[in-house]
């Protein structure tokens, strides 16, 4: 640690009455040591002091032979009025020493000292003054030179050098003492009882310190992104899923979507299936009446004129359409099993989700649109970028005679809200969705293509069982939370971003989104 010098400042305050100079009472005190001691005297007040920044001047090796034993120029003028009659040119370095030689010659030709006379050397003046000495001696007794071209010359011969010091005038301060008081952070009730406090040294209030950073919460990046996303759904009428369910049936989150259930998508390697209880009770008679269904699941008012919705009906057209065929479609023709579709999955994507709220529109059938953002559950191997849950971004679009091209230009619509304006479709499979299209978006950061999405229109076979009519089409897509917030916040990891690896330091201070921006 840096030795503390409030003390010995203190000392050398209280031996003399005019102020201190910092460099002269402590030559070998680094100035920022004799600031920082500065800095807490002075903010008791018991010093009070100006900086001054001074050039300094010092001698360099042969700067200090000149000074000592005079300048080269002079010692070859005096090699030349010692020779008598004339000095021989190729005998001055073996007199005066190579050094001198070369750069004496010059100089003393230059101010007019010497002359030639064919090859010798000989005397042009009587005698001469080494300014070039007594310069150097100035600056070796006091660190200055008045005259700015000498210094420029003495600098260019490397004969000196400049240095910036910072030196301090010190002066006592109203609240001078000897010594370094403690002060009093706090008023007590000791002081007040005593009275004490009215001779105590109080530490005055430090305005210009920084306050200690409060604690408060801090939004994760997938809630920013998400809230981001909710606000292009909302703006573009779009209402949002009850999205409260993780553990759903089989039903929903496949049979529901015309997925076969010898489909590889139930295979234990994607899904995870609940042990306890490891099924679903089979649909009740009256669901609207269930007390056992979430509030949101509701119908939001018993005053609908819409007829209910009836289960049983709709879980035997599901029944028809998997095994024999229905609305026109052949069906998958294999035994379909009530107890395979009351099996209970963490759900794998939130279309489970978009086929309850279809159904429930089927009561009611009218144009509408709904997105959901939330959780889904995938048993997957874990890598940089994949986790065995993740969030999904679903929107639906109920309509009569929607078309591919409408989704596609919805699509562009959708997708240039979040500053991604180039879009290339792909032909996919889902087994709910025909036609079905992969989405990849050209990224303008990354400068390359990306996947964003998947998306299609729902299969006859998944709307009209839900009784849904027969000319009401609707379209899907769905997409990753995970995936444009690691691209807008460079995280390329994904156990950076979700998980206990997460830096909570990173989660504190990340800076707000805006999608559309780069
Ligand atoms: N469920 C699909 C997925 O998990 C997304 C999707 C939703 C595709 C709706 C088409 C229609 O990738």
Redesign the pocket.
């Known amino acids: 640690m840096a030795s503390d010098m409030t003390k010995p400042i203190l000392d050398a305050l209280s031996a003399s009455d005019a102020p201190i100079i910092s460099n002269q009472a402590f030559p070998s005190i680094p100035s920022t040591n004799v600031k920082s001691a500065l800095d807490r005297l002075g903010s008791r007040q018991m010093v009070e002091y100006e900086t001054m920044d001074r050039e300094v001047i010092s001698l360099t090796e042969e700067g200090e032979t000149i000074a000592n034993n005079g300048s080269h120029e002079v010692k070859v003028f005096q090699a030349v009025v010692a020779a008598m009659d004339g000095l021989k040119i190729s005998d001055l370095p073996g007199i005066v020493g190579k050094d001198n030689a070369k750069v004496g010659q010059g100089n003393a030709f230059k101010k007019g000292w010497i002359k030639k006379d064919k090859d010798l050397l000989r005397p042009n003046t009587e005698s001469v003054v080494d300014d070039t000495r007594e310069l150097l001696m100035t600056v070796k007794n006091t660190q200055t030179l008045g005259d700015q071209k000498a210094i420029a010359d003495l600098k260019r011969r490397k004969l000196i050098t400049l240095q910036k010091v910072v030196t301090f005038k010190i002066s006592k301060g109203p609240k001078y003492a000897k010594e370094f008081v403690k002060e009093e952070t706090d008023l007590t009730f000791d002081m007040l009882n005593s009275g004490s406090w009215k001779t105590v040294n109080l530490k005055p209030y430090n305005f210009k310190a920084k306050g200690a950073p409060t604690t408060a919460g801090a939004l994760h990046p997938l809630n920013k992104v998400r809230q981001e996303f909710r606000n292009i759904f909302f703006e573009m009428g779009f209402e949002e899923m009850p999205t409260n369910r993780y553990v759903e049936t089989g039903f929903w989150n496949f049979d529901a979507l015309f997925v076969p259930q010898q489909h590889p998508a139930r295979d234990l390697q994607d899904t995870f299936y609940i042990a306890d209880p490891a099924k679903a009770d089979p649909p009740r008679e009256d669901p609207l009446n269930d007390p056992h269904r979430p509030k949101s699941a509701q119908p939001a008012s018993k005053a609908t004129t819409a007829k209910p919705l009836d289960y049983k009906d709709y879980w035997e057209n599901v029944r028809e359409v998997h095994q024999n065929g229905k609305y026109g479609s052949i069906g998958y023709r294999y035994p379909w099993s009530a107890d395979e579709c009351l099996r209970l999955v963490l759900r794998t994507?939130t279309?489970s989700v978009?086929a309850y709220v279809l159904h429930k529109l089927a009561a009611d059938p009218r144009p509408a649109r709904f997105f959901s953002i939330d959780r889904v559950f995938r048993n997957e191997a874990v890598d940089a970028t994949h986790l065995a849950e993740f969030h999904?971004i679903?929107g639906?679009i109920a309509d009569f005679g929607l078309t591919l091209g409408g989704l596609i230009g919805f699509m562009e619509v959708f997708f240039a809200k979040m500053g991604i304006h180039q879009l290339r479709f792909k032909p996919a499979y889902?087994p709910?969705?025909e036609p079905?299209m992969e989405i990849f978006g050209y990224h303008d950061g990354l400068g390359k293509w990306v996947e964003i999405g998947?998306?299609?229109m729902?299969r006859p076979e998944m709307l009209e069982p839900m009784g849904l009519p027969k000319d009401m089409r609707v379209y899907?897509?769905?997409l990753s939370l995970e995936r444009p917030t690691m691209i807008k916040y460079g995280v390329s990891n994904i156990r950076e971003l979700v998980g206990h690896k997460v830096d909570l330091n990173f989660i504190e201070t990340n800076p707000a989104v805006r999608l559309e921006k780069d």
Do not use: L, P
Request: aromatic share 18%.
């Open positions: 994507h279309t978009s999904q679903e639906v889902n709910y969705t079905s998947n998306s299609g729902f899907g897509w769905g």
